[in-house]
């Protein structure tokens, strides 16, 4: 388990991402759910709100199911955090268009 | 199987939400092009008809006429970003054209719809408690002052059209959620079969697994799915 702090930290990440994004959170998570998500919509709509503490995998999933979704747009601007157990190559920058 | 509970009500929702659709495969396309058929028939000295299918910020989302004059003439007015269809739309009210040279509410429009051998139009909005989501229209190859009655008789016209393609609306809705929900699916087990790979090749548990995709996926800048995509086919014995 991460510390409260990276969870609140994510939390804000993603909600500042996500609001910033042309997606409804049904929209996300249905993309959530097809790269393996567990946690169910209403569970994640808690997350979002600061209501509910979710895993850190269901977290960076989460994260990752919104970063697909802008990508596959194209779109410039925020991506969602992940947690410190996703490693980056440190090369990596701006991830932005496909 | 308490673990899966959240999401099999989920898919229960949504699956019931849309159970009772789906029994004919008429499209939103064939039922505005029963329409304009229809609306030509009715208001049997016209020259053409078209309907066209506004979303909320006006752009047009899809179209139908009965003649190619006809979809020239409504293009244009997307175009042009004037004339009487989008006028329509926008003010919930029918609007009439008796001659679309002389008419000075939509210069550029009229000229051109006059140069493609449109003289009139009448236009009624497709109205769905009250927001208007489109409008139908009628053209004439000569100046015609429209009479009360003919508008009226197109306000009907365009009431029960308004009934028929809200429903198939709904309909094609449905279908592109379940089109979508069966391809998520479809991606769920792709990247469930491609997690259980890495865990058996690399000897790992499924967190990390999932964590291993992920980060795959981010270095090499692909979606989870490509990543996937990738160890189901250099696996050797699968299938497919």
Known sequence: MALPGDEDEQRQGFRLAFEAAPFTLDQIWMKYFGIGGRAGLTEVQAYVHGALSLPPIERDMLAHALNESLNSLGANGHRAGYSQAISLKPDEGERGTS | MDTELPLADELAAVFARFSDVLLTEETVSSALKLITEAAVLAVNDAAGAGVSLMDAN?????????????????????????????SAWASGSPVDIADVRTDLRWPEWGTAAGDLGLRSCVSVPLLSQDLAFGAIKIYWDKPKAASHRLIRLLELFAAQASIFLVNVQARERAQMLSDQLKSTLAQRDAISTAKGIVMANLGMGGHDAMLHLMTRALNENRTMLEVAEEILESTPGLDS
């Open chain 2, 58 to 86: 006006g752009n047009r989302s899809s179209a139908a006429s009965t003649s190619p004059v006809v979809a020239q003439a409504d293009t244009l007015q997307y175009e042009l970003g004037q004339g009487p269809c989008i």
